[in-house]
């Protein structure tokens, strides 16, 4: 199994005037310890369960490129996108940038949105959860033909697109992975076995079932289950768990199935505990 570090959480020592210093630190210090990837959350405001609204919150396609420039070896890619936030010819040519100038480290994190709050706070466009999904696949098949270069007009329900002209192409062949987050049976899941290359679940008491409910959107749609990598949410707190302890967390995810764990990290600007991760849990981790 390999790990990946998600930074939601931008109230730091030092506030402003020491948070770009400080995420440089905690990028550069997580990609010499060695974990796979590195994402931000893509919102304007922080997200409850994480902080009040009025926490510090980076823009995250600004973030990533900033990111970019303190990491040799991590993927980089927002969990996950909001697809309203951005068109998606825009998203395409984003994401394409970031692979392009991170040297092909990029990934395509989506998902159908949910934060209305922000969204109606900051004018942000935030139609229904129908009309959201709708265009959750359109930006799939938008992003995924200019990936490609492909430059055939696009003409969708929601986007019409002249020409998908995507200069320079991204690095990564056949273009960034895509990974689609969440886990509803209906929608999500099953853009995942249409489209994606990667899925995110919660580590939830129901995640066994959703891997099943995917399982069978695949043979349903003709793709090889296996092509999917399996990513979940998991926390790393060694406040209150021992490496141990969370190697024996990540273990119990690895046997259900999950290639990747993905999370955040107490205290992440203490950046001495990537010591820890270098050390012992990732290299264990590598193991299950």
Same mark, same amino acid.
């Given at each position: 199994?390999?790990?990946?570090?998600?930074?939601?959480?931008?109230?730091?020592?030092?506030?402003?005037?020491?948070? #770009?210093?400080?995420?440089?630190?905690?990028?550069?210090?997580?990609? /010499?310890?060695?974990?796979?990837?590195?994402?931000?959350?893509?919102?304007?405001?922080?997200?409850?369960?994480?902080?009040?609204?009025?926490?510090?919150?980076?823009?995250?396609?600004?973030?990533?490129?900033? $990111?970019? !420039?303190?990491?040799?070896?991590?993927?980089?890619?927002?969990?996950?996108?909001?697809?309203?936030?951005?068109?998606?010819? $825009?998203?395409?040519?984003?994401?394409?940038? $970031?692979?392009?100038?991170?040297?092909?480290?990029?990934?395509?994190?989506?998902?159908?949105?949910?934060?209305?709050?922000?969204?109606?706070?900051?004018?942000?466009?935030?139609?229904?959860?129908?009309?959201?999904?709708?265009?959750? /696949?359109?930006?799939?098949?938008?992003?995924?033909?200019?990936?490609?270069?492909?430059?055939?007009?696009?003409?969708?329900?929601?986007?019409?697109?002249?020409?998908?002209?995507?200069?320079?192409?991204?690095?990564?062949?056949?273009?960034?992975?895509?990974?689609?987050?969440?886990?509803?049976?209906?929608?999500?899941? $099953?853009?995942? !076995?249409?489209?994606?290359?990667?899925?995110?679940?919660?580590?939830?008491?129901? !995640? #066994?079932?959703?891997?099943?409910?995917?399982?069978?959107?695949?043979?349903?749609?003709?793709?090889?289950?296996?092509?999917?990598?399996?990513?979940?949410?998991?926390?790393?707190?060694?406040?209150?768990?021992?490496?141990? /302890?969370?190697?024996?967390?990540?273990?119990?995810?690895?046997?259900?199935?999950?290639?990747?764990?993905?999370?955040?990290?107490?205290?992440?600007?203490?950046?001495?505990?990537?010591? +820890?991760?270098?050390? /012992? +849990?990732?290299?264990?981790?590598?193991?299950?």
């Amino acid at each position: 199994m390999k790990l990946g570090l998600h930074i939601s959480n931008f109230t730091w020592p030092g506030d402003a005037p020491r948070l #770009g210093p400080t995420l440089a630190e905690v990028a550069s210090s997580a990609d /010499e310890a060695g974990f796979d990837r590195i994402s931000v959350m893509d919102h304007v405001w922080q997200i409850r369960g994480v902080g009040p609204a009025e926490n510090a919150m980076l823009e995250a396609y600004t973030a990533l490129g900033y $990111l970019a !420039a303190h990491t040799r070896n991590a993927k980089l890619f927002t969990m996950v996108t909001g697809v309203t936030y951005r068109d998606p010819g $825009l998203l395409a040519k984003a994401v394409t940038t $970031l692979d392009v100038l991170s040297g092909g480290r990029a990934l395509l994190g989506i998902g159908a949105a949910w934060n209305e709050d922000e969204s109606r706070g900051l004018g942000l466009f935030f139609p229904s959860t129908k009309e959201r999904f709708e265009r959750l /696949e359109e930006t799939l098949q938008i992003c995924k033909q200019m990936f490609a270069g492909d430059e055939t007009p696009y003409q969708g329900k929601h986007y019409q697109l002249g020409r998908l002209l995507n200069s320079p192409l991204p690095l990564s062949r056949p273009g960034p992975r895509i990974l689609i987050g969440g886990g509803g049976e209906k929608k999500t899941l $099953l853009l995942v !076995a249409k489209y994606a290359d990667a899925c995110n679940l919660f580590a939830s008491p129901e !995640a #066994g079932h959703k891997l099943e409910v995917l399982k069978q959107h695949c043979e349903n749609v003709g793709r090889d289950y296996d092509e999917i990598e399996k990513t979940v949410m998991f926390h790393y707190d060694l406040t209150t768990k021992s490496p141990a /302890e969370i190697i024996e967390g990540l273990r119990g995810l690895a046997a259900m199935g999950f290639q990747q764990a993905h999370g955040s990290m107490v205290n992440v600007y203490d950046t001495k505990q990537f010591e +820890i991760f270098q050390k /012992e +849990i990732i290299p264990a981790a590598a193991e299950l």
